[in-house]
């Protein structure tokens, strides 16, 4: 069974405070997506990965950085937390050849509060 | 440039009777379009994809979609609602290099 694992389900941070998000596929899928979710705003394209160490910008990436040092692993990067930060981050990963076509295969979310 | 509607946000059924969540798309190519359902507190499933073959699209757990150019809609249609099918769901439309747009979500009820 083809897996997407966040390793947090549910994170507290104070404002300020450096938060890493990682995310592993066990696929050997190419492309790695960070999105966000807000209630009535849909999925948000933070950044995305083609390959390893290369990383692109998605719809909003300010505030944000991304790892990707590993094939299977993708991380998030909070420097300095703020509350408008506050919301669930979902990992999803695809195959190369699909570029942005294909099937995305989610894990099951990292909910974040900044105090 | 691409867009995605949802045209409801939120959708109340019995039931046993049908679901239809409609969804209509921007593209300045050839889309291809999907729809995901999320359960509570999980990540994104996929239902059904279409990527110009048949316009009618066949998915998981007796959803159907229809692509409609004419109208640019991609409604998903389910003939009846089951208990399980209480979730959120996403249209999704995709057309070239990594650009993925998703639709707000349609939160859909089931009342027994």
């Known amino acids: 069974d083809v897996k997407v694992t966040q390793s947090s389900r549910y994170l507290v941070k104070r404002t300020g405070e450096k938060v890493f998000l990682e995310c592993v596929q066990d696929m050997d899928h190419e492309n790695m997506f960070w999105y966000r979710q807000d209630p009535g705003l849909g999925l948000r394209l933070i950044y995305f990965?083609?390959?390893?160490?290369?990383?692109e910008k998605g719809d909003i990436p300010e505030g944000y950085s991304v790892s990707r040092e590993k094939k299977e692993r993708f991380s998030l990067i909070l420097e300095s937390a703020s509350t408008n930060q506050t919301s669930m981050y979902l990992c999803?990963?695809?195959?190369?050849?699909?570029?942005?076509?294909?099937?995305?295969?989610f894990g099951e979310g990292s909910r974040l509060t900044v105090l | 440039a691409q867009s995605v509607t949802q045209l409801d946000s939120h959708v109340s059924v019995s039931e046993g009777t049908p679901v239809l969540l409609r969804c209509n798309y921007s593209?300045?190519?050839?889309?291809?379009l999907f729809w995901y359902v999320q359960h509570p507190n999980k990540g994104l499933q996929l239902l059904l994809k279409y990527t110009s073959a048949a316009t009618l699209v066949k998915g998981i757990n007796g959803f159907e979609a229809e692509f409609k150019k004419s109208e640019t809609s991609f409604h998903l249609t389910k003939p009846s609602a089951h208990m399980s099918d209480a979730a959120e769901y996403f249209c999704?439309?995709?057309?070239?290099?990594?650009?993925?747009?998703f639709g707000a979500g349609t939160r859909l009820f089931v009342k027994a």
């Open positions: 999803a990963s695809s195959l190369w050849e699909t570029g942005g076509t294909g099937e995305l295969f």
């Open positions: 593209s300045s190519y050839s889309p291809s």
């Open positions: 990965s083609y390959d390893v160490k290369m990383k």
């Open positions: 999704v439309v995709s057309g070239g290099g990594f650009k993925t747009i």
